[in-house]
T-cell receptor, first 116, second 111 residues
Framework: NAGVMQNPRHLVRRRGQEARLRCSPM?????VYWYRQLPEEGLKFMVY????????ESGMPKERFSAEFPKEGPSILRIQQVVRGDSAAYFC??????????????FGEGSRLTVL | SQQGEEDPQALSIQEGENATMNCSYK?????LQWYRQNSGRGLVHLIL?????REKHSGRLRVTLDTSKKSSSLLITASRAADTASYFC???????????FGAGTILRVKS
């Protein structure tokens, strides 16, 4: 039983470049969440997606950030024209059911983005 | 924080002692969950307590929930060096669709 798979685990980008982070949810899970964690801080919600739909993107910065979860393939978090403030760990989590009314989230190991 | 707090921010204890972490939140909730994060790793779910429950046990873990005070506590009994990690509470808002996380407590258990 593979867990939530994230790649790359570490990514280094220069200012102005693009970062693409990928997340494959657990088998049978159709709900994906992205969170951002700054050093020594908790997780901040970014976006909640189901297959081909963005359900809640209230935590996404208005510019440069986008997310998708296509019918086939992993969920992608894309950051365009990265700045140093984007340096953080980005975590993906999946769930087998809608919302979190009854269930836990299953987290990947995270992708750590460093912007030089 | 506008969303909630955890305290203490850091806790250092000796192996065998009990560790208590507290969490406060500000909204009505469906459930409250506790997660553990080892350094450089992802989060692992520990326990979930529903809004109509007051106490829950799982092994050496005991969680309480007081919805009138909007607070929860996590007790780890007979701590071990392997319990060293960051612990986060997270709550699902009533009618919400995501978990909101607290800032976490860093626990260090000395052997």
């Amino acid at each position: 039983n593979a867990g939530v798979m994230q790649n790359p685990r570490h990514l280094v980008r220069r200012r102005g470049q693009e970062a693409r982070l990928r997340c494959s949810p657990m088998k049978g899970h159709s709900h994906v969440y992205w969170y951002r964690q700054l050093p020594e801080e908790g997780l901040k919600f970014m976006v909640y997606l189901q297959k081909e739909n963005i359900i809640d993107e209230s935590g996404m910065p208005k510019e440069r950030f986008s997310a998708e979860f296509p019918k086939e393939g992993p969920s992608i978090l894309r950051i365009q024209q990265v700045v140093r403030g984007d340096s953080a760990a980005y975590f993906c989590a999946s769930s087998p059911q809608e919302g979190i009314d009854t269930g836990e989230l299953f987290f990947g190991e995270g992708s750590r983005l460093t912007v030089l | 924080s506008q969303q909630g707090e955890e305290d203490p921010q850091a806790l250092s204890i000796q192996e065998g002692e009990n560790a208590t972490m507290n969490c406060s939140y500000k909204t009505s909730i469906n459930n409250l969950q506790w997660y553990r994060q080892n350094s450089g790793r992802g989060l692992v779910h520990l326990i979930l307590i529903r809004s109509n429950e007051r106490e829950k046990h799982s092994g050496r873990l005991r969680v309480t929930l007081d919805t009138s005070k909007k607070s929860s506590s996590l007790l780890i009994t007979a701590s071990r060096a392997a319990d060293t990690a960051s612990y986060f509470c997270a709550w699902g808002r009533l009618y919400g669709n995501k978990l909101v996380f607290g800032a976490g407590t860093i626990l260090r258990v000395k052997s």
